[in-house]
C-alpha cells in the first residue's frame, strides 16, 4: 500500500520514535528526497518469503520500529483467530545476520506483552527446524527472523502458520490487514516486563536430527563408503549448527569444513552475497575440496534452507549444479530406492513448481507418481502436504533456486535434510561404482537433456516497482508471437485462476512449438523480476542461451 512519503516520514519525528531515528528521519526531509521517497512510500509487504527488506529507517525498511509493529498486528490476529485456545503459543527463531538477535527479542517481547507464550530458541537456528518445532512443540505460529540468502544490508521475517508452512491466503493477506492498522508504535503493546520467553535448544535439536535420520533410505550404502569426502560450508550461517551433525549422525566421518566460513557473522566477510546458487559463494569450498581430495562440496545460505551442490565431472573437474539438477538427482534416487523398497503406492506423490524443471515430472512419471505443479514459493508446496494429510504420502518436493523436502515433518525447504540425502545418494552410487556426475548423465540419456537458466533484472525503488508492473503490462497486452523463430503456441497467465486451478500470482508463461518455455515473475521479495527458460533436446543449451538474450532488454 503506497503512501504520501513525506507525510509518512514527518510521523516519525514524533516522540514515538528514539533520537537516533528522529535525528536521521529529519535529515533525510532536508536531503535527498529520492532515498525519503523510496524509504517511506510503501509498507513493507508479505510476499513469498514473508516480510524482507534493507535495513535501515523507514517504513519501507526493516527496522526495529516496523518489526513490532508487524507483530502487533500478527497478535492481534492470532487472538481473533485462535479465540478457542486458552493458551496461544508461538516459536521464534532468527539467523547470524545483523540486527537478527535484537528483531528476535523484539518479537518476543511484542508477544508477550500480548499474552501470547512464547519459545525462543537460546542461539541461531536454520529456518527448517524453526517450521519442525512448530509442530514438535504445539504452536499456533512461527517467526523466522532472516533475509534467507539476500546480501547483508538485508534482514526480514517469515511467518509461519500452525501447520509449520509460511502464511498462505487467506492469513497472508488477512495479516496483511491488521498489520496496517498499527501506524504508529505507541500502538504496540509493552507489557510489564515480567514476562520471559521459554529458552529451547538442545531437545529439539534431538527431536530433528532423529527425525532426519529416519528418512535414510540406504544406511547399508552409508556404513560401506561412510569414508566419502566431504566439503562443508554454512557460508557464516546456521547450518554451521545442525548440517556436520546431522551428516555425523548419518554416518559420514570425513566431513570437512571451511573454517573462515563457519565464523557466524552478517557481513558475510568471505562472500559478495551468501547464496549457494552462485559460484562466488562456493569458491572457498571448492578450493577446499581440491585440497582434500573431496568429490563432493555442500553448502547452505544462512538460514539454511537452500543447498549448493558441486560433484566432480568426467575429467575430474569440480563443478556446481544448479537447483534444477539437485532437485532431479534427487527425485529420481527417492522414487528409485522407494520403488525398490516397496514404498510407493497410490497415494505417494511428490511436488514441484511451475519455474522448475519438467525433468523431475518426467521422472515421476516413469514410477506412475503424482506430481503436483504448483506456484513459485515452498509454502505452496506445504500447502499440497497439508491438503493431503491422512490422505496421501509425501515423498518430497523442490524448486529451481536450490530448495528441496523430504518427508512431512519439515513444512518448508530444507537444506539439512538435502544435504544428507545427496551425502546418502553419492554413497549408494558409490556401490555401483558410480558417481553422482555419472548418475546425471544417466537420467538425462534415459529421459533425454533438459536446459534451464534464469536471469534476474534488478529494478529498484519506486520507479523500478512501476519499471516492473509496466514489463508485465506489455507482456500481457502484446505477448510475442514467435521466439528466436519458434512460434508461441499457448501463454499462461496465472493471473487467471479460474483458468490455472491455482491461486492468483502475476506469473506468465509462453510455450514454444518446440516445446521450449518461459515464465516472467516479478519477485516477492527483491526489487527485480526473474525470466526462467527451460528447453529438451541436444540444442537445448543454445535454445536457452537465445531466449534469454531475448529478453535480457526489457
Known amino acids: 500500500m503506497e503512501h504520501n512519503y513525506l507525510d509518512t516520514a514527518k510521523q516519525w519525528l514524533s516522540d514515538s520514535f528514539d533520537v537516533a531515528t528522529r535525528t536521521e528521519v529529519a535529515s533525510l526531509i532536508n536531503g535527498d528526497q529520492k532515498e525519503l521517497e523510496d524509504r517511506f512510500y510503501r509498507m513493507l509487504e508479505f510476499g ?27 497478535s492481534n490476529y492470532l487472538k481473533k483467530n485462535f479465540t478457542d485456545k486458552e493458551q496461544i503459543k508461538v516459536v521464534i527463531a532468527y539467523d547470524s545476520r545483523n540486527n537478527s538477535t535484537e528483531f528476535a527479542k523484539i518479537t518476543s517481547d511484542v508477544f508477550l506483552a500480548n499474552g501470547i507464550y512464547v519459545y525462543l530458541f537460546e542461539n541461531l537456528r536454520p529456518t527448517p527446524e524453526l517450521s519442525f518445532a512448530i509442530r514438535y512443540l504445539g504452536c499456533q505460529a512461527g517467526i523466522m527472523v532472516t533475509a534467507s540468502h539476500n546480501p547483508k544490508e538485508y ?50 535439536d534431538k527431536a530433528f536430527l532423529d527425525s532426519v535420520l529416519s528418512l535414510t533410505l540406504s544406511p547399508e550404502s552409508i556404513q560401506r563408503h561412510s569414508d566419502l569426502k566431504i566439503v562443508y560450508t554454512p557460508l557464516h550461517g546456521t547450518g554451521v549448527f545442525l548440517v556436520p551433525k546431522a551428516l555425523a549422525q548419518i554416518g559420514f566421518k570425513n566431513v570437512y569444513h571451511v573454517e573462515s566460513q563457519d565464523v557466524l557473522d552478517g557481513n558475510f566477510p568471505t562472500v559478495a552475497s551468501p547464496n549457494p546458487e552462485e559460484t ?3 569458491k572457498l569450498a571448492l578450493e577446499k575440496a581440491d585440497l582434500v581430495g573431496a568429490d563432493l562440496v555442500l553448502a547452505t545460505d544462512p538460514d539454511a534452507d537452500r543447498v549448493g551442490v558441486a560433484i566432480r565431472d568426467d575429467k575430474g573437474e569440480l563443478m556446481l549444479l544448479n537447483g534444477n539438477q539437485t532437485a532431479s538427482i534427487l527425485t529420481n534416487y527417492l522414487l528409485t530406492r522407494w520403488h525398490q523398497l516397496g514404498k510407493l503406492n497410490e497415494t505417494t506423490y511428490m511436488v514441484k513448481t511451475i519455474v522448475t524443471t519438467e525433468l523431475m515430472k518426467a521422472i515421476a512419471d516413469k514410477y506412475g507418481v503424482k506430481m503436483y505443479n504448483v506456484l513459485t514459493g515452498f509454502k505452496y508446496i506445504a500447502q499440497i502436504v497439508r491438503e493431503n494429510e491422512g490422505k496421501g504420502t509425501f515423498i518430497g518436493g523442490g524448486e529451481e533456486s536450490n530448495g528441496f523436502n523430504v518427508g512431512e515433518f519439515v513444512r518448508d525447504k530444507d537444506a539439512v535434510i538435502a544435504c544428507s540425502m545427496v551425502a546418502e545418494c553419492a554413497a549408494w552410487l558409490a556401490d555401483q561404482g558410480k558417481t553422482l556426475y555419472d548418475y546425471l548423465q544417466d537420467i538425462y540419456k534415459e529421459f533425454g537433456y533438459y536446459k534451464e537458466s534464469l536471469i534476474s533484472i534488478y529494478k529498484t525503488g519506486k520507479d523500478g516497482a512501476e519499471q516492473i508492473q509496466n514489463i508485465m503490462k506489455n507482456l500481457r497486452e502484446t505477448p510475442p508471437t514467435e521466439l528466436d523463430g519458434d512460434k508461441v503456441v499457448k501463454v499462461i497467465d496465472y493471473l487467471d485462476s479460474e483458468a490455472t486451478g491455482l491461486p492468483k500470482s502475476n506469473v506468465l508463461q509462453f510455450y514454444t512449438e518446440s516445446g521450449s518455455v518461459v515464465s516472467a515473475r516479478p519477485s516477492g521479495t527483491e526489487p527485480k523480476i526473474k525470466f526462467y527458460f527451460g528447453a529438451k533436446g541436444d540444442d537445448a543449451n543454445q535454445k536457452v542461451a537465445k531466449l534469454a538474450e531475448i529478453f535480457k532488454g526489457l
Open 280 to 282: 562466488t559463494a562456493m
Open 155 to 204: 534482514n526480514g521475517y517469515k511467518v509461519f502458520w500452525e501447520d509449520g508452512a509460511q502464511i498462505t491466503a487467506p492469513h497472508d493477506k488477512n495479516i496483511i490487514e491488521e498489520v496496517q492498522k498499527i501506524t504508529d508504535p505507541s500502538q504496540v503493546e509493552k507489557g510489564d516486563g515480567l514476562n520471559y520467553p521459554q529458552l529451547i535448544g538442545a531437545e529439539v
Open 48 to 74: 513469498t518469503g514473508g516480510l524482507r527488506g534493507i535495513m535501515g529507517v523507514g517504513t519501507n525498511r526493516m527496522n526495529k520500529y516496523v518489526v513490532a509493529m508487524a507483530t502487533q498486528g500478527l
